[in-house]
């Protein structure tokens, strides 16, 4: 198993940056693919980025693609998600998963996901 907790959310006005933290706890982290994933007032959680346990190529959802950067250390058992050139429209709860099983058609269905984390809030003034 795993335990997740994500950090490094907070309100910034459009343009802005931010940089979350998801750390890990428990054992083989390096065996387990990470995503991160968002959910606004309203809507259903959606898939931002993941970077699975075979490779370290993030993969990204359009809408953020070439904004986020994901990146993984697995000797701090940690990823981050750097967002840059934030819009109003990337307000959400920010959410980071692990699964050990995920194959690659599954990295953007929430369902598919074991593990999660408890969340952290971003908000983006326009």
């Known amino acids: 198993q795993v335990q997740l907790v994500e950090s490094g959310g907070g309100w910034v006005p459009a343009g802005g940056s931010l940089r979350l933290s998801c750390k890990a706890s428990?054992?083989?982290?390096?065996?387990?693919?990470i995503g991160w994933f968002r959910q606004a007032p309203g809507n259903d959680r959606e898939f931002v980025a993941a970077?699975?346990?075979?490779?370290?190529?993030?993969y990204y959802a359009d809408s953020v693609k070439g904004r986020f950067t994901m990146t993984r250390d697995n000797a701090e058992n940690t990823v981050y998600l750097q967002m840059n050139s934030l819009k109003a429209e990337d307000t959400a709860v920010y959410f980071c998963?692990?699964?050990?099983?995920?194959?690659?058609?599954?990295?953007?269905?929430?369902?598919?996901?074991?593990?999660w984390g408890q969340g952290t809030q971003v908000s983006v003034s326009s």
């Open positions: 428990g054992s083989a982290f390096n065996r387990y693919s």
């Open positions: 998963a692990a699964d050990s099983r995920l194959i690659l058609s599954s990295l953007r269905i929430p369902s598919q996901w074991d593990y």
């Open positions: 970077i699975r346990s075979s490779n370290r190529m993030p």
